[in-house]
C-alpha cells in the first residue's frame, strides 16, 4: 500500500518549479544544437535570408559536399584523431607514473612533490615564457608543441593519486612480500584494479584534446599540421573562403557562404555529440573520485 501511495502522491509546488526549471534548461541546452543543424541542411535560400530559427526549410546537403570535398578538411580531421589519441596514450601514462609513487605512504617526498604540484594549479610561467621555451627546444611549428607542454595536469594527478589511494594496502604488501618490485605492482596490481579512473581520464583528456585550438594557433603556423578545431575557427571568426575558390557565380558564393559554417560545425562535434551520452556516467564519476576520500 506504501509503494502504491508513493506512486500516486501529488507533486509539491517545489517539484513543479523543479521539473520547470529543468525542461528549461533541456530547451536552452539543445536548442543551438538544433538551431545549427536545421541551418546546415535546409535550402541555402532560406539560410541566406535567415528565416530559419528552428526546424530545417527545404532539404539540401550540397554544403557538407563541399565540406567533404576539401581536403584540407581531411588533413586537419587527420591532425584532431592524432592528437587525441596519441595526446591521451601519453597523458594517462604519465599522469599513472606520476600519481602512483604520490599515493605510497612509503615514498619520503610525496608531500614536498604534492605541495609544488598544487602551486602549479595556481600559478604559471604566461605565455611568452611558454613561447620562448617551446621555440628554445626545438619544438615550434611540431606535433610535440601541442603534445607536450600539456602532458599531464595537476587535477588529474591529485584525482588518480586519490583513487590509488583507496585501493588496500594489504595487496601491495603482499606482491612485495612476494618479490614484486613497484613497476610489477603499478602493472599486475594497480592498473587492472583502475578501469574506472582510466575511463575518466581518458574521456576528460580526449575531449580535452578534441577541443584544444590555442596551443595549434600559437606554435603550429604550418596548416598541414593544424587541427580541426583552429580550422574551424578560421572559417568561424576569421572569415576565411578558402572553400569557395572553386565557385566563380557572386550568387553561389553567397548561398553557401553562411551555410558551409554550419556544416563544418556539425561535422566537427559530430563525434563527440556521439559518444558523449553514453559515457558522461564517467565525468560524474570523475568529478566524485576526488572528493569522496583524501
Not at 197 to 215: E, K, M, R, T
Request: glycine fraction near 4%; avoid cysteine.
Amino acid at each position: 500500500m506504501a509503494s502504491v501511495a508513493r506512486r500516486h502522491r501529488t507533486l509539491s509546488v517545489s517539484d513543479i518549479l523543479i521539473y520547470l526549471v529543468m525542461i528549461f534548461v533541456i530547451i536552452i541546452t539543445l536548442y543551438p544544437f538544433v538551431y545549427v543543424l536545421s541551418m546546415s541542411i535546409s535550402d541555402p535560400r532560406y539560410v541566406l535570408a535567415d528565416t530559419i530559427w528552428l526546424y530545417p526549410k527545404g532539404f539540401s546537403l550540397e554544403s557538407y559536399k563541399k565540406v567533404f570535398e576539401n581536403e584540407e578538411i581531411w588533413t586537419a580531421y587527420y591532425n584532431t584523431v592524432f592528437y587525441t589519441v596519441v595526446g591521451t596514450a601519453l597523458n594517462i601514462l604519465f599522469t599513472m607514473l606520476a600519481a602512483y609513487p604520490l599515493s605510497r605512504r612509503t615514498f619520503f617526498a610525496r608531500n614536498p612533490i604534492m605541495v609544488i604540484i598544487v602551486i602549479t594549479m595556481f600559478f604559471g610561467g604566461g605565455l611568452i615564457p611558454s613561447f620562448l621555451l617551446i621555440k628554445e627546444l626545438g619544438l615550434y611549428n611540431t606535433r610535440w608543441a601541442v603534445l607536450l607542454p600539456g602532458l599531464t595536469s595537476a587535477f588529474y594527478i591529485i584525482i588518480t593519486r586519490t583513487f590509488f589511494q583507496s585501493i588496500p594496502d594489504s595487496l601491495t604488501e603482499s606482491a612485495k612480500i612476494d618479490g614484486a618490485n613497484d613497476i610489477g605492482i603499478l602493472m599486475r596490481i594497480i592498473i587492472p584494479l583502475s578501469k574506472p579512473i582510466l575511463a575518466v581520464l581518458s574521456l576528460f583528456y580526449a575531449v580535452g584534446h578534441w577541443n584544444s585550438y590555442v596551443s595549434a594557433m600559437i606554435y603550429l603556423p604550418n596548416p598541414k599540421l593544424q587541427p580541426m578545431s583552429l580550422y574551424l575557427m578560421k572559417i568561424l571568426v576569421q572569415n576565411n573562403d578558402s572553400m569557395m575558390e572553386g565557385m566563380t557565380d557572386q550568387i553561389d558564393r553567397a548561398l553557401f557562404a553562411a551555410q558551409l559554417k554550419y556544416a563544418i560545425i556539425i561535422v566537427t562535434i559530430l563525434p563527440i555529440l556521439l559518444i558523449y551520452p553514453f559515457l558522461q556516467r564517467f565525468f560524474v564519476k570523475g568529478v566524485m573520485i576526488g572528493s569522496l576520500k583524501e
